[in-house]
């Protein structure tokens, strides 16, 4: 929490000590228990000050246990003994009025502060939070939003770990240095995390800490004087200001004893004297605002640096290892990594394990280590266990060493309404979350799938970011595959959709219905129609299809309604494959395809070359999109395919077309069987006449045989279309030659290699040795001059067993099959 010592381990400080005349403190040492209260100063999430808060606090069996968190939290103190209940965990508190802003404390198995609480409730003794409340610390954030203090952004973390700059940042930095250490990871790992349970004196660690960072407070008193209520130092002097007032508190209420678990750095302020009006008046006037607060399940991934959320520690799976490990922790991880590759295929064997075990160990010594660290059973792991690759020890950093442990929280929790009906929800279609990111395929003609695919496309409309659609190994529409991960920040932006509805499905019916209207373009509301379509919002819909209808006969550029198109079809055939009726999107689509038929011709009149690959991307995208409508025709549209056809003729003829866009109209029609290869090959004639500007000719050839349309093969199979291109590519003046190259390397450089290497080999043979593939097949071989129809034949049951079909008899063998 702000102001603590914060970072990649824990430790243990403060001690009991008197309290009277209306201040905080006194004698009192702290391994004499008799002394009150008994103030445990830590390192927040770390194994080390965890078990020494376990050890002290059964040593001094205090009658209260205070822990440095916001108090809205102490009614739901008692869930932290559900058995349901598993860390890592957070605190989660945000603002009611704007459920965005929101503030996480995290707490793992291996925080002191969960330590505590557990210690608390398994004793039957109250626990209690007293820091600052979260009610001051959200209206301090908006206060920073809106520029009045210094920002500590949206969401933050101000649980263990939070740091500011210099000593108050890193205060174990100014002491490992103090010692002769640069590496204060290292120190502590030394001094505290290696210290065995049970050694020594239970308080002597908190005592030794107490009195390092009361040192190294007397450095810092000039700076905790100024600054101004923005200011993190005055920040912190008021939550320490609170957080004297609570102990007060408690010391008149508990007469046997209290202890307090917090930063370390906290210690020496709580011990100070100080007097009550002086607290007081530090924490009178401050901002407010409402808020609610619940426990959410948070993630070893985001107790990391590197997470978003973090809470400052960078190996969380090993801390949390140290911690559970009864004994022989090295041994134990090292046995834990070898499963782990293992299980990835590489060859690993106990006596790799006990090898490594033993070059730990050394290492240790030669470094001067009292027990292997971190560092040198990964060093061990990298020589013994991965022959000395760095590539499996990737995996095990993010198996292991950091993990994907996800906690979770009783369903008794405080929660949104919405958080609840989607937890229902989950447990119903046995769609459990889960912090390791997987892959899902789904079957949508499969009730439980289609459920699923339905939840999914539902929180993506209300900005939860659970699940990302990627590309299905099937080509099929009834199947989908979806990335999942989840994070603990989506409870936050579950809270935020609350505002839309109580359930999914009506909160993203809302969202929907809102996001039509504020809608900036017609292509952005055919994308919201597809995904109502998607996440299956027969009420959201009919408003989005009215929305659109208006929005598309107002609009009467082209490339907008072009672009609008594929999606619409798209939605039908979603329709088509989850039963939802979609005869007005049909209708829609249908008279948005006329208007394209109308106005593509004329909108295809004099066009840059930026706009004219533009227009050529939305020629086949409407292509695509007409194809598809054949199968489901609207009535009173008539024919839309043949007339689509009359429009690419339009554009292949006339001049004003660029030629990008005319060459890709040529190769729609002669795919489609609508043009002979005869007139395909007199209109690339004409085209490449000397009397054609180069650069057009090129456009052309671009349009024609390029963009990924598989013109490269077209070439290799019609001797004809690729002798006119080497014609008249030879015979491009020098002068304009390097204008048209760039077109013509970007043509020829989308093709396979194989492709480009075999039109290089028939272009160096020359016209006259070459000979037509289609006709003769000489020049290549495997071509003959005719088609083996017995050969073609044999693939026919593989091509059904693609389908999904048994594989049938072809007719050539029933014939052979009949008397």
């Known amino acids: 929490m702000p102001g603590g010592v914060s970072g990649r381990g824990d430790g243990a400080v403060g001690g009991p000590g008197g309290a009277g005349d209306g201040a905080v403190g006194g004698p009192g040492g702290v391994g004499r228990v008799g002394g009150w209260p008994l103030l445990l100063g830590v390192r927040h999430h770390g194994p080390g000050s965890a078990r020494a808060v376990r050890g002290a606090l059964e040593a001094a069996r205090p009658g209260v246990v205070l822990i440095e968190g916001p108090p809205e939290a102490d009614a739901l103190v008692p869930l932290a003994a559900d058995e349901d209940m598993r860390p890592p965990v957070a605190l989660l508190a945000h603002a009611v009025d704007e459920p965005g802003r929101s503030a996480f404390w995290p707490l793992a198995e291996f925080s002191p502060e969960w330590v505590a609480l557990r210690w608390a409730l398994e004793h039957g003794v109250p626990a209690r939070f007293i820091d600052l409340p979260a009610t001051h610390t959200l209206a301090w954030q908006a206060a920073d939003e809106r520029g009045d203090g210094q920002a500590e952004g949206r969401g933050a973390d101000v649980g263990p770990g939070t740091t500011v700059p210099d000593v108050r940042g890193d205060p174990l930095a100014v002491l490992a240095a103090a010692a002769g250490h640069d590496d204060p990871e290292r120190w502590w790992e030394d001094v505290i995390e290696h210290r065995g349970t049970g050694e020594g004196d239970a308080f002597a660690p908190f005592a030794a800490l107490e009195e390092a960072?009361?040192?190294?407070?007397?450095?810092?008193?000039?700076?905790?004087?100024?600054?101004?209520?923005?200011?993190?130092?005055?920040?912190?002097?008021?939550?320490?200001?609170?957080?004297?007032?609570?102990?007060?508190?408690?010391?008149?209420?508990?007469?046997?004893?209290?202890?307090?678990?917090?930063?370390?750095?906290?210690?020496?302020?709580?011990?100070?004297?100080?007097?009550?009006?002086?607290?007081?008046?530090?924490?009178?006037?401050?901002?407010?605002?409402?808020?609610?607060?619940?426990?959410?399940?948070?993630?070893?991934?985001?107790?990391?640096?590197?997470?978003?959320?973090?809470?400052?520690?960078?190996?969380?799976?090993?801390?949390?290892?140290?911690?559970?490990?009864?004994?022989?922790?090295?041994?134990?991880?090292?046995?834990?990594?070898?499963?782990?590759?293992?299980?990835?295929?590489?060859?690993?064997?106990?006596?790799?394990?006990?090898?490594?075990?033993?070059?730990?160990?050394?290492?240790?010594?030669?470094?001067?280590?009292?027990?292997?660290?971190?560092?040198?059973?990964?060093?061990?792991?990298?020589?013994?266990?991965?022959?000395?690759?760095?590539?499996?020890?990737?995996?095990?950093?993010?198996?292991?060493?950091?993990?994907?442990?996800?906690?979770?929280?009783?369903?008794?929790?405080?929660?949104?309404?919405l958080q609840q009906d989607l937890t229902r929800v989950q447990r119903r279609l046995r769609l459990k979350p889960e912090a390791r990111e997987r892959e899902l395929e789904l079957d949508l003609r499969k009730e439980t799938d289609a459920g699923r695919s339905r939840l999914l496309h539902r929180l993506r409309l209300l900005g939860v970011g659970w699940g990302e659609p990627i590309a299905s190994r099937s080509t099929g529409t009834f199947r989908e595959t979806w990335r999942l991960r989840w994070e603990p920040e989506l409870s936050v932006r579950i809270a935020e959709a609350g505002v839309w509805g109580t359930t999914v499905l009506s909160a993203a019916t809302a969202r929907a219905e809102a996001d039509a209207v504020?809608?900036?373009?017609?292509?952005?509301?055919?994308?919201?129609?597809?995904?109502?379509?998607?996440?299956?919002?027969?009420?959201?819909?009919?408003?989005?299809?009215?929305?659109?209808?208006?929005?598309?006969?107002?609009?009467?550029?082209?490339?907008?309604?072009?672009?609008?198109?594929?999606?619409?079809?798209?939605?039908?055939?979603?329709?088509?494959?989850?039963?939802?009726?979609?005869?007005?999107?049909?209708?829609?689509?249908?008279?948005?395809?006329?208007?394209?038929?109308?106005?593509?011709?004329?909108?295809?009149?004099?066009?840059?070359?930026?706009?004219?690959?533009?227009?050529?991307?939305?020629?086949?995208?409407?292509?695509?999109?007409?194809?598809?409508?054949?199968?489901?025709?609207?009535?009173?549209?008539?024919?839309?395919?043949?007339?689509?056809?009359?429009?690419?003729?339009?554009?292949?003829?006339?001049?004003?077309?660029?030629?990008?866009?005319?060459?890709?109209?040529?190769?729609?029609?002669?795919?489609?069987?609508?043009?002979?290869?005869?007139e395909a090959a007199r209109l690339m004639g004409l085209v490449l006449s000397p009397g054609t500007p180069p650069a057009d000719a090129a456009a052309w050839i671009e349009g024609f045989v390029g963009g990924g349309s598989g013109g490269g093969m077209l070439l290799l199979h019609d001797e004809r279309l690729l002798a006119l291109i080497d014609a008249w590519l030879t015979g491009v003046p020098g002068d304009t030659f390097t204008d048209v190259l760039p077109l013509l390397r970007r043509t020829f450089s989308a093709y396979e290699p194989g492709v480009r290497r075999q039109l290089g080999e028939l272009v160096r043979r020359g016209p006259e040795a070459r000979g037509s593939v289609t006709t003769t097949g000489a020049g290549i071989p495997g071509f003959a001059a005719d088609l083996d129809t017995r050969r073609a034949d044999a693939v026919l049951p593989v091509i059904r067993l693609l389908l999904g079909h048994n594989p049938a008899p072809d007719d050539n063998e029933l014939a052979e099959a009949a008397p």
């Open 518 to 678: 504020i809608a900036g373009g017609l292509a952005e509301v055919t994308a919201l129609a597809e995904r109502c379509l998607l996440a299956e919002l027969p009420d959201a819909l009919a408003p989005v299809m009215r929305i659109l209808a208006d929005r598309a006969a107002l609009d009467t550029d082209v490339g907008h309604l072009a672009e609008a198109l594929p999606a619409l079809v798209r939605s039908l055939r979603y329709g088509d494959v989850r039963g939802t009726d979609t005869g007005a999107l049909a209708e829609v689509a249908a008279g948005l395809a006329e208007r394209v038929f109308v106005g593509l011709p004329a909108a295809c009149a004099a066009l840059d070359a930026d706009a004219a690959e533009e227009m050529r991307r939305h020629v086949d995208a409407v292509h695509t999109a007409v194809g598809l409508l054949g199968d489901a025709p609207a009535p009173g549209h008539g024919d839309l395919g043949t007339r689509w056809r009359t429009v690419l003729r339009t554009l292949a003829a006339r001049d004003t077309v660029p030629g990008v866009v005319r060459g890709r109209a040529v190769r729609i029609l002669l795919d489609d069987g609508e043009l002979a290869p005869d």
């Open 213 to 417: 960072m009361t040192a190294l407070r007397e450095t810092e008193e000039d700076g905790e004087r100024g600054g101004g209520p923005g200011d993190p130092h005055d920040r912190d002097l008021v939550r320490e200001a609170h957080m004297r007032l609570r102990l007060r508190a408690s010391e008149k209420e508990f007469a046997d004893g209290v202890a307090v678990v917090c930063g370390a750095w906290h210690v020496p302020a709580l011990r100070r004297r100080v007097a009550v009006g002086a607290d007081r008046a530090l924490v009178k006037g401050l901002p407010r605002t409402k808020v609610d607060m619940t426990w959410v399940p948070w993630t070893h991934r985001r107790l990391s640096r590197a997470g978003g959320y973090g809470a400052g520690i960078e190996s969380p799976g090993w801390y949390g290892h140290l911690f559970a490990a009864a004994d022989r922790p090295v041994e134990r991880w090292l046995t834990r990594v070898a499963g782990l590759l293992r299980e990835e295929g590489r060859i690993v064997s106990p006596a790799h394990v006990i090898e490594a075990a033993r070059l730990a160990e050394t290492l240790a010594t030669i470094r001067g280590r009292p027990l292997p660290g971190l560092g040198e059973t990964t060093d061990a792991a990298r020589a013994v266990l991965c022959d000395g690759s760095d590539v499996p020890l990737a995996l095990v950093h993010d198996r292991l060493v950091v993990g994907d442990v996800l906690g979770e929280v009783p369903v008794g929790a405080p929660a949104v309404p």
